[in-house]
């Protein structure tokens, strides 16, 4: 600020001085100009400021000589411009005490040098430099009020801040617990409601096999895996160990990201359990192929078939544990069925 003040009264100073003097007025404003780049270089030390009021209150004193004397009394003082700017620039750089005593050194040497320069006339000069008094003051209270809203925004932004954290959190809670109860209802529920709906007699050997791994993922549920794996050999998994019999169309492998390949390898078990349960006939077909950067994954089966629009809405097969589960991750399902013409469950995912 004080640099820029410098610039536009540095013309007037040179402007002002008479032949005699010129050289004087020169050096000066060279030599504060050289103060200001040091300014600049060391602004973070601790003694710069009393440093630079001292540079003030020197310039103050020299006005006998850099100042001509009808200049001395009224506003067009260049001194009393780099005075004022330099009260004003104080006050957002020191605390309320130290502004005021910065401050009044510079009105005292500012008046001092008047006195100096105006020995019977100077006590004119003291209403223009007390007024410096007025003009620092009001910069202290601008630097308040921009401080308080400083503060205020830094409260609104640690609040939003906060808020977003809880909404993540709360957000990731609610997807665990959904995860969870897709699982749940993918494993051990799925399996006592076979049984108790006397779809299995209990004697079948999958039945065992099938209960012991639902154990298995209950007891060490893992969180979202990471990296890369085969969408093939996952859902030759879940073929394998269907309560049907599944045709299984699929190229050698279709490498993606583990959590869409378990997203799908998941709805692809669901899907093919409801067709045990639902359809009436106990063969299935899976088809699986990319298709344009996704990959299509369809379960289809040739049994009774339903009324989609019918399911009620406490069935969590076909809304949570197939589309909700291919929906985290980026991709959508759709069910295609009628009653008589058999079941089409599609996945489509993106590859990447």
Avoid: K
């Avoid at 349960?277 to 339903?306: K, Y």
């Amino acid at each position: 600020m004080r640099a820029t003040a410098l610039c536009c009264v540095s013309g007037a100073a040179l402007f002002q001085a008479g032949p005699d003097r010129r050289a004087l007025v020169v050096g000066t404003v060279v030599g504060l100009v050289a103060w200001t780049v040091a300014y600049a270089r060391f602004s973070s030390r601790r003694w710069l400021l009393p440093a630079d009021t001292l540079v003030i209150m020197l310039l103050c004193l020299t006005q006998r000589w850099t100042v001509p004397p009808d200049a001395v009394a009224d506003s067009t003082n260049w001194v009393l411009a780099l005075v004022s700017v330099t009260a004003v620039a104080h006050q957002w750089l020191t605390t309320a005490a130290g502004g005021v005593l910065l401050t009044a050194a510079v009105v005292v040497a500012h008046l001092a040098g008047n006195a100096l320069a105006l020995p019977d006339t100077w006590w004119g000069t003291v209403p223009l430099g007390l007024w410096t008094f007025a003009e620092a003051g009001l910069s202290r209270v601008l630097f308040l009020l921009v401080r308080a809203g400083a503060r205020q925004a830094d409260l609104a932004l640690a609040a939003s801040a906060r808020a977003r954290r809880e909404a993540a959190v709360a957000a990731a809670r609610r997807a665990d617990e959904r995860e969870h109860l897709a699982v749940l209802h993918d494993t051990a529920a799925a399996t006592l409601l076979a049984v108790g709906a006397r779809m299995v007699d209990g004697t079948e050997p999958w039945l065992a096999e099938q209960a012991a791994r639902d154990l298995e993922v209950l007891a060490g549920q893992p969180g979202l895996p990471g990296g890369d794996t085969d969408l093939v050999r996952l859902l030759a998994q879940v073929a394998r160990h269907a309560p049907v019999a599944v045709d299984v169309r699929a190229p050698a492998a279709l490498p993606m990201p583990a959590v869409r390949a378990t997203a799908v390898s998941a709805a692809v078990r669901e899907a093919l359990t409801n067709v045990a349960r639902h359809s009436g006939v106990d063969t299935a077909e899976l088809v699986v192929r990319p298709a344009g950067g996704r990959i299509l994954v369809e379960v289809s089966d040739r049994g009774g078939g339903f009324a989609p629009e019918g399911v009620p809405p406490h069935r969590r097969g076909v809304s949570q544990s197939i589309a909700q589960r291919v929906a985290r991750v980026g991709g959508r399902a759709v069910v295609t069925s009628r009653p008589g013409a058999g079941t089409l469950v599609s996945l489509e995912v993106p590859s990447g």
